[in-house]
């Protein structure tokens, strides 16, 4: 069976601050997504991450995908109260065929205080 | 350009009651997928549908039958409601077959069964 741990699950800080949240696994990942779910709404996508050792960056956010393509970071860089809400990473594993299934972390949720 | 959509946004139910969420999307994806997403357990896979024609079985399938009526709309039935049926159903769809594997989510249901 194939797992992603996320951690923290809970993160809870002020404004300007830099945080970073993990994802891990003992499987190896053909792609990897990051979602973010504000509170009411669906989640959205944020990056996808293909390649060992892949690092991309949108604004603020920093995303790395591990050599070894089994592990993956965000970064927030001062963070703002608009980062608020769950993140989610996810995973495209090549044993699920062209079923395009992923398999999701139990996410993070971030909380940034003004 | 819609993405996913999802009716209705808002149901209440009592126990033994059957209801059909829907969801349509127009970006042309093959797959679509029906999660469920309970507080600490992350977004749980209850059915797909790979290709227009077929549907599998998720990780908690109980309970639940779906349609997939052609390639837009993909429809989930609950046929005798149960309270452990409370939950976020999410919709999501995804450009099939490759190997970047991301989904794109519809805005949710809230289902509550009393």
């Known amino acids: 069976t194939q797992l992603l741990e996320q951690s923290p699950q809970f993160l809870s800080i002020q404004e300007g601050e830099n945080l970073t949240v993990y994802c891990n696994s003992s499987s190896v990942f053909s792609s990897l997504q990051w979602y973010r779910q504000e509170p009411g709404e669906g989640p959205v996508l944020l990056v996808t991450v293909v390649t060992g050792g892949e690092v991309k960056k949108l604004k603020r956010l920093t995303f790395q995908f591990g050599d070894a393509r089994k592990d993956s970071s965000l970064h927030i860089t001062a963070a703002q109260p608009g980062d608020t809400g769950l993140y989610l990473c996810?995973?495209?594993?090549?044993?699920?065929?062209?079923?395009?299934?992923?398999?999701f972390g139990q996410g993070t949720t971030l909380q940034v205080k003004p | 350009n819609a993405g996913v959509t999802q009716t209705p946004k808002f149901q209440v139910l009592k126990t033994g009651q059957s209801m059909t969420l829907q969801c349509a999307q127009d970006m042309n994806h093959n797959s679509m997928y029906w999660y469920r997403q309970d507080p600490g357990m992350g977004l749980r896979l209850i059915y797909y549908s790979a290709s227009e024609g077929t549907t599998d079985k998720g990780e908690v399938p109980n309970g639940y039958n779906v349609s997939r009526l052609n390639k837009r709309e993909f429809s989930l039935r609950l046929e005798s409601a149960a309270p452990s049926q409370t939950s976020v159903y999410f919709c999501?769809?995804?450009?099939?077959?490759?190997?970047?594997?991301?989904?794109?989510f519809g805005p949710g249901t809230r289902l509550t069964v009393t």
């Open positions: 996810a995973g495209g594993y090549r044993g699920h065929g062209n079923t395009g299934k992923l398999i």
């Open positions: 999501a769809s995804s450009e099939v077959p490759g190997t970047i594997y991301e989904q794109y």
